[in-house]
T-cell receptor
Framework: GENVEQHPSTLSVQEGDSAVIKCTYS??????FPWYKQELGKGPQLIID?????GEKKDQRIAVTLNKTAKHFSLHITETQPEDSAVYFC???????FGTGTRLQVFP | DAGITQSPRHKVTETGTPVTLRCHQT?????MYWYRQDPGHGLRLIHY???????DKGEVSDGYSVSRSKTEDFLLTLESATSSQTSVYFC????????????FGSGTRLTVV
């Protein structure tokens, strides 16, 4: 069946560094690739998304890149700040599947 | 959270008792979802609705039922709660389904003792 894999499962960076999280999926017909951020004690929040006819999208310090041929898409966070610390999810939307996410910790 | 509220926020119940969680939205979105979140399992879909009285099962639907009699309300019922249903439950809404973003509620923390 459909599966989504995120790498890494945990990521620790120093404030100001960049962070990259990669999501790989298998055999998906999805045309929509979102990223969600979940802070402690809160529900996930959509932070950026991309559709299959676009290769890259940026919004201030975050960006998403899509390689549909290789079946992966990545979240890039530049100039990380402590408030970026959270769990990030890349759901496979045509199957409504969320994986276990990536826990990002940004140390001051 | 942007027109979606879950109630209650916290609940402790005893094994074998029925429990109903409520999700209420003011966005008039067609799609509504119930997920549960457990350590090591991420978010798993329980049930979802694509319109009034239209619902379908997710990957972990056993032991749960849902109802949607109005666009704005989506109820999740545990007919006879078990300790394995201790979890954090999230409701989400979506304007047009799979290829659109979700808005999540703040969650309900349910403990079954």
């Amino acid at each position: 069946g459909e599966n989504v894999e995120q790498h890494p499962s945990t990521l620790s960076v120093q404030e100001g560094d960049s962070a990259v999280i990669k999501c790989t999926y298998s055999d998906s017909a999805s045309n929509y690739f979102p990223w969600y951020k979940q802070e402690l004690g809160k529900g996930p929040q959509l932070i950026i998304d991309i559709r299959s006819n676009v290769g890259e999208k940026k919004d201030q310090r975050i960006a998403v890149t899509l390689n549909k041929t290789a079946k992966h898409f990545s979240l890039h966070i530049t100039e990380t700040q402590p408030e970026d610390s959270a769990v990030y999810f890349c759901p496979v939307t045509d199957k409504l599947i969320f994986g276990t996410g990536t826990r990002l910790q940004v140390f001051p | 959270d942007a027109g979606i509220t879950q109630s209650p926020r916290h609940k402790v119940t005893e094994t074998g008792t029925p429990v109903t969680l409520r999700c209420h939205q003011t966005e008039n979105h067609r799609y509504m979802y119930w997920y549960r979140q457990d350590p090591g399992h991420g978010l798993r879909l329980i049930h979802y609705s694509y319109g009034v009285k239209d619902t379908d099962k997710g990957e972990v639907s056993d032991g749960y039922s849902v109802s949607r009699s109005k666009t704005e309300d989506f109820l999740l019922t545990l007919e006879s709660a078990t300790s394995s249903q201790t979890s954090v439950y999230f409701c989400a809404i979506s304007e047009a389904g799979l290829n659109y973003g979700y808005t999540f509620g703040s969650g309900t923390r349910l403990t079954v003792v």
